[in-house]
């Protein structure tokens, strides 16, 4: 051989050496590369399902306190609906005469100077205290500012539910 073929088979050597060299190392990275793609894959399916199960807690908490703030709702709404309607009973009551509002007089007061009788009728909440009777129009007014008042209440106390169920 001469030393051209031999330099020309030794260079032929190197080239198929560093080609299967190459070929060996794309082998290489390419199953590195596929490891990690599917170690990605897993993560990315690991966050997937995490992001999700939060998800649905995160719903399964806002319906569950919708759902109590509902409840709430109606019960506020019903307390509501019956101070309404003893309010208009009282009231049809006080305009038929059914019931008189009276108020305590203080026994002790000189400066009064009324005399208004010391027994009570067959109804009546204190025995043996003098009382005066209102008038049907002031006890209608009477009746309407408790009315505002029990509103008032019940509103407020609808209020503050929703902001201790609400509120962290």
């Known amino acids: 051989m001469t030393p051209g073929q031999i330099l020309f088979a030794m260079l032929l050597a190197m080239v198929t050496s560093a080609g299967g060299t190459w070929q060996v190392q794309d082998w290489r990275m390419g199953e590195k590369l596929a490891e990690q793609a599917g170690l990605h894959k897993d993560d990315l399916a690991a966050i997937t399902n995490a992001a999700a199960a939060q998800a649905r807690a995160e719903q399964d908490k806002r319906l569950a306190l919708e759902q109590q703030l509902a409840g709430q709702d109606q019960k506020h709404t019903k307390e509501l609906s019956d101070a309404q ?6 009231r049809d009551r006080l305009a038929t005469s059914d019931v008189r509002l009276s108020v305590l007089l203080d026994a002790a007061d000189s400066a009064g100077g009324c005399n208004v009788p010391a027994a009570t009728g067959t109804v009546g909440v204190v025995h043996a205290a003098r009382r005066a009777q209102l008038d049907p129009a002031h006890a209608q007014r009477i009746i309407a500012i408790t009315d505002a008042g029990d509103q008032g209440l019940i509103a407020l106390r609808a209020c503050q539910a929703y902001v201790r169920a609400v509120a962290p």
């Open 85 to 90: 309607r003893n309010q208009a009973v009282l």
